[in-house]
């Protein structure tokens, strides 16, 4: 095997470094007419033919998944690695559900056991996600999951993730020259865990290549594929058009150097990029194939001088705000249609509430402290809420590990539901209170604090105390006033 071309992202799991994306598939049937499968899995043998066995596919990528079904019926179980992705509902989960989704996977790729199944999460705020993940640990420990994977997830929560003992072979994110969030602490925690990165957005919806160069900005409308739409907003934030030129003109003149195009520059860069296990280019099976262009990913290598022009023009580009997958969370939304709706309806209330007495309010997280001790996560009485002394727990289980700053996050996710579920949000938050049990611990705990109330700045006190329970690092306590609308 050409080293170059392949990589193990995980024990037992070796991917071509350009794997092949099929969520063009779901733009190729927004007309409701399906892609044939038989043509589809013939145009994906293609693609194996030349050497690029690794397919990305979702459960919401169209038909994808069933024409990966015939692939594998056709030509062989063996003949390439399948990856998907389950991006289920914000709303609470069940075990059940968890393996419906797994068993529907499997029946639609004909397969007895998913190569890579990547978990999406809408709310972090929401506790359904964490369930989530340890049910398709189990699993993945049953056999019906060969290696689990996350997609957008930042870098807060993959930490939370890695120090709960929950095994995860990679996270695929948006990477480009245009977007370089994960160049930062995510490309950090990953190559400290041995986590690979798979970079979508390489070639920005095919806007990074000769095609637009010199060309006038088009409009962002319905007359551009879901790609493009998506894409283009990611050059507004990063600038604008007449940024994005100069990044263009510098790309074109490193792939004439090259003998190669500009699309192949782009995906090259970030292929060859710290913890990155492979780039992802997306493919119109049955309508256009890059099977060449991408064999040249392959065929020269960026000097000094190139790398140097390139983070030039990079360094004139506004940055893209946020971490990894916050397009998906916050504003801006950098999605197709510029907001979440053509992927959630609604997001329900992270933990069920409850009408007391004197016209108060309460929220319960379900964890078992709640009931031994008798209280409730948070109260509100008229504009005012008070989230209880909150630590990293979730049900059972003691959440983050020994890491202070996982821990910290995961407690801010559930003051923050607690708020939410009582109809505040985080900015609404005027004070928190922390409490650490070693005194040393006190700057990563503080750091995920500013973190996330960056911009909001309550009022704070953090003291040492002797906290119930050793697993337990930290604590926190909140309160908010809601203004009346």
Same mark, same amino acid.
Not at 58 to 69: F, Q
Not at 184 to 201: D, I, P, R, S
Not at 300 to 317: G, I, P
């Given at each position: 095997?050409?080293?170059?071309?392949?990589?193990?992202?995980?024990?037992?799991?070796?991917?071509?470094?350009?794997?092949?994306?099929?969520?063009?598939?779901?733009?190729?049937?927004?007309?409701?007419?399906?892609?044939?499968?038989?043509?589809?899995?013939?145009?994906?043998?293609?693609?194996? $033919?030349?050497?690029?066995?690794?397919?990305?596919?979702?459960?919401?990528? @169209?038909?994808?998944? =069933?024409?990966?079904?015939?692939?594998?019926?056709?030509? @062989?179980? @063996?003949?390439?690695?399948?990856?998907?992705?389950?991006?289920?509902?914000?709303?609470?989960?069940?075990?059940?559900? !968890?393996?419906?989704?797994?068993?529907?996977?499997?029946?639609?790729?004909?397969?007895?056991?998913?190569?890579?199944?990547?978990?999406?999460?809408?709310?972090?705020?929401?506790?359904?996600?964490?369930?989530?993940?340890?049910?398709?640990?189990?699993?993945?420990?049953?056999?019906?999951?060969?290696?689990?994977?996350?997609?957008?997830?930042?870098?807060?929560?993959?930490?939370?993730?890695?120090?709960?003992?929950?095994?995860?072979?990679?996270?695929?994110?948006?990477?480009?020259?245009?977007?370089?969030?994960?160049?930062?602490?995510?490309?950090?925690?990953?190559?400290?865990?041995? !986590?690979?990165?798979?970079?979508?957005?390489?070639?920005?919806?095919?806007? *990074?290549? =000769?095609?637009?160069?010199?060309?006038?900005?088009?409009?962002?409308?319905?007359?551009? %594929?879901?790609?493009?739409?998506?894409?283009?907003?990611?050059?507004?934030?990063?600038?604008?058009?007449?940024?994005?030129?100069?990044?263009?003109? %510098?790309?074109?003149?490193?792939?004439?150097?090259?003998?190669? &195009?500009?699309?192949?520059?782009?995906?090259?860069?970030?292929?060859?990029?710290?913890?990155? /296990? &492979?780039?992802?280019?997306?493919?119109?099976?049955?309508?256009?194939?890059?099977?060449?262009?991408?064999?040249?990913?392959?065929?020269?290598?960026?000097?000094?001088?190139?790398?140097?022009?390139?983070?030039?023009?990079?360094?004139?580009?506004?940055?893209?705000?946020?971490?990894? &997958?916050? =397009?998906?969370?916050?504003?801006?939304?950098?999605?197709?249609?510029?907001?979440?709706?053509?992927?959630?309806?609604?997001?329900?209330?992270?933990?069920?509430?409850?009408?007391?007495?004197?016209?108060?309010?309460?929220?319960?997280?379900?964890?078992?402290?709640?009931?031994?001790?008798?209280?409730?996560?948070?109260?509100?009485?008229?504009?005012?809420? *008070?989230?209880?002394? %909150?630590?990293? %727990?979730?049900?059972?289980?003691?959440? &983050?590990?020994?890491?202070?700053?996982?821990?910290?996050?995961?407690?801010? $996710?559930?003051?923050?539901?607690?708020?939410?579920?009582? @109809?505040?949000?985080?900015?609404?938050?005027?004070?928190?209170?922390?409490?650490?049990?070693?005194?040393?611990?006190?700057?990563?705990?503080?750091?995920?604090?500013?973190?996330?109330?960056?911009?909001?700045?309550?009022?704070?006190?953090?003291?040492?105390?002797?906290?119930? /329970? =050793?697993?337990?690092? !930290?604590?926190?306590?909140?309160?908010?006033?809601?203004?009346?609308?």
């Amino acid at each position: 095997m050409n080293h170059l071309k392949y990589t193990e992202l995980a024990p037992g799991l070796t991917i071509t470094r350009a794997l092949t994306g099929l969520w063009q598939i779901a733009d190729m049937e927004r007309d409701g007419n399906k892609v044939d499968p038989i043509a589809g899995a013939k145009a994906m043998k293609a693609y194996v $033919d030349a050497g690029f066995t690794t397919f990305d596919m979702a459960d919401h990528y @169209g038909s994808s998944e =069933e024409i990966a079904g015939v692939f594998r019926e056709t030509y @062989g179980k @063996g003949a390439a690695q399948l990856f998907t992705k389950w991006v289920p509902s914000p709303d609470r989960l069940t075990k059940d559900q !968890v393996r419906q989704a797994v068993e529907l996977a499997l029946t639609r790729m004909k397969s007895d056991a998913i190569d890579l199944m990547q978990f999406h999460a809408w709310q972090y705020s929401h506790p359904s996600w964490v369930d989530s993940l340890f049910w398709l640990q189990e699993l993945k420990e049953e056999g019906l999951i060969k290696h689990l994977g996350l997609t957008n997830f930042d870098t807060a929560h993959l930490r939370i993730v890695l120090h709960s003992g929950i095994e995860i072979a990679s996270n695929q994110v948006c990477f480009s020259l245009l977007d370089q969030r994960a160049a930062g602490q995510m490309t950090e925690l990953c190559l400290k865990h041995g !986590v690979k990165l798979l970079a979508f957005g390489t070639v920005g919806g095919g806007f *990074l290549s =000769e095609k637009w160069l010199g060309k006038p900005e088009p409009l962002l409308n319905e007359s551009l %594929t879901w790609s493009q739409m998506k894409y283009k907003r990611f050059i507004d934030a990063a600038g604008g058009w007449n940024q994005f030129q100069n990044l263009l003109r %510098t790309l074109d003149q490193i792939a004439k150097k090259h003998q190669v &195009g500009i699309a192949t520059v782009a995906s090259h860069f970030i292929m060859n990029q710290p913890a990155v /296990g &492979g780039v992802i280019i997306g493919a119109r099976l049955g309508q256009s194939a890059h099977i060449e262009e991408n064999q040249k990913l392959f065929s020269f290598q960026l000097d000094q001088e190139d790398l140097a022009l390139l983070q030039s023009s990079m360094n004139t580009l506004t940055t893209i705000p946020g971490d990894c &997958g916050d =397009e998906y969370r916050k504003p801006p939304f950098l999605t197709a249609s510029g907001d979440l709706s053509h992927h959630v309806a609604s997001f329900p209330a992270p933990y069920p509430t409850q009408e007391g007495s004197d016209g108060r309010t309460k929220a319960l997280s379900g964890t078992i402290w709640e009931d031994i001790a008798g209280f409730s996560r948070a109260v509100r009485k008229g504009n005012r809420i *008070l989230v209880s002394g %909150t630590t990293a %727990t979730q049900g059972s289980r003691a959440m &983050g590990g020994n890491d202070p700053a996982a821990q910290t996050h995961f407690i801010l $996710d559930k003051i923050e539901g607690a708020v939410q579920s009582l @109809g505040g949000t985080l900015e609404d938050i005027v004070r928190t209170r922390i409490f650490i049990r070693n005194a040393d611990q006190w700057e990563p705990i503080s750091r995920a604090h500013g973190q996330r109330f960056a911009g909001i700045q309550p009022a704070n006190t953090m003291v040492r105390a002797d906290l119930i /329970g =050793e697993e337990y690092l !930290v604590e926190i306590e909140a309160e908010a006033v809601v203004d009346p609308k």
